[in-house]
């Protein structure tokens, strides 16, 4: 046992960093001081530490992800907030995944400042902080996503039995952020697992590295609540998506073909139906771009608790802090692309953008929105 102890005691010592002889190598954690050196996880100890321009290279990525995330999320929480063609129930749902991806990228200055001092710089009290930030955006962006599917499954399937509301939609933000307070208060108070720095010791997440039976079971249950949940929910409200707009224009083509006709729609119709197809594109990707970006966070996670731990370089654990930040950049700008409304607006807002939208597509959706809110109406 006393081996053991002794064993563990270099990793421990910040004056131990650094290796021996003529070219010395610097271990992760040298820069820490002794009373912060406990946060670390060990397997972090023992890696060497990266060259400095790749500690600057990511500072500089992240000020560039939190400039882009806090225009565009900002600029669609304006938007969206303020707009009275957006103000319906559904694009409450939208309004809350932008609060999500720009809180997301609010924590990016911590990251900026450790990274410029290459290391674990602002301590324990400022990692629990980013954690916890991290934990509520990324879950909340995932449940978020499902909701925007499920709306978009209603809408296009049970065009005739719209049955969301703005008290409905709110409740649904609500029970989101509930949903994902477990799950941050857990690891905060260490009541279930802990935040710990990860990779360059410049960003940080739950504990998925210690060795014992608690860690591994947190990491397999928030693994099943944050990331197969609201993919299985995605997964199948689109599937379903796509299976009715198959189904639906099969059966047109069949029916204008018995009555020998080439399409059984009207302009209104053709028209309303790419606008409402455009917006259901847009959440398809938004919520691809999640599954793509946060698969190698959560493959990451269930390494470090269930697998081998060697495979978990520092450079190789950024690569997923990244994406996750990245897509929170990105989401704004699909928008931005593929919903007719808010391009509407973006053009008469901020016409030195060069945005258009066309005329057709613009009516329809305004007739959408009409018709949405007579609903709310009607149902209140």
């Known amino acids: 046992m006393e081996s053991l102890c002794n064993a563990s005691e270099p990793p421990l010592r910040p ?88 809180i997301m990228c609010l924590k990016a ?26 934990s509520y955006s990324g879950i909340g962006a995932g449940m978020t996503n499902a909701a925007i599917g499920y709306d978009r499954y209603n809408v296009i399937t049970k065009p005739m039995n719209r049955n969301m509301t703005f008290t409905k939609a709110v409740m649904m933000n609500i029970i989101i952020w509930l949903y994902c307070t477990p799950w941050v208060v ?35 249950t928030i693994f099943f609540f944050s990331f197969v949940c609201p993919t299985l929910m995605i997964l199948y409200y689109y599937s379903q998506i796509v299976g009715h707009v198959f189904n639906h224009e099969k059966a047109l083509r069949e029916q204008a073909k018995k ?49 081998d731990k060697s495979l978990l370089t520092p450079g190789a654990t950024m690569i997923p802090a990244c994406t996750c930040k990245l897509v929170a950049c990105i989401d704004p700008f699909v928008y931005a692309i593929s919903h007719p409304r808010y391009r509407m607006e973006l053009q008469k807002r901020c016409p030195w953008l060069g945005v258009t939208e066309k005329s057709g597509e613009a009516a329809s959706a305004q007739s959408t929105t009409t018709q949405e809110q007579t609903q709310q109406t009607s149902a209140a």
């Not at 271990?27 to 972090?44: A, C, T």
């Not at 200055?109 to 991290?134: D, E, K, M, V």
């Open 259 to 307: 009555m020998n006709v080439e399409s059984l729609r009207s302009n209104v119709d053709k028209s309303k139906e790419t606008a409402e197809i455009r917006i259901a594109k847009a959440a398809i990707t938004i919520c691809f771009l999640f599954f793509v970006s946060w698969t190698p966070y959560g493959v990451m996670s269930l390494i470090g608790a269930f697998g």
């Open 186 to 220: 857990l690891p905060l108070t260490q009541f279930w697992d802990r935040f710990v720095p990860e990779g360059y010791l410049t960003s940080c997440s739950f504990d998925y590295l210690s060795d014992n039976f608690d860690t591994r079971l947190f990491v397999g």
């Open 15 to 102: 004056a131990a960093r650094m290796s021996s002889g003529s070219d010395e190598l610097q271990f992760l954690g040298w820069n820490v001081p002794p009373d912060q050196i406990q946060y670390i996880p060990e397997h972090w100890l023992t890696q060497l530490e990266p060259p400095a321009s790749m500690h600057y290279m990511l500072g500089v990525f992240y000020i560039f992800l939190f400039i882009a995330s806090t225009l565009g999320n900002g600029m669609v929480i304006w938007i969206f907030s303020t707009s009275k063609s957006l103000r319906t129930p559904s694009n409450m749902f939208v309004l809350n995944l932008a609060v999500f991806d720009l």
């Open 109 to 134: 200055p911590i990251f900026i400042y450790n990274s410029f001092h290459r290391g674990f710089a602002l301590g324990n009290t400022w990692c629990q902080i980013f954690a916890s930030i991290g």
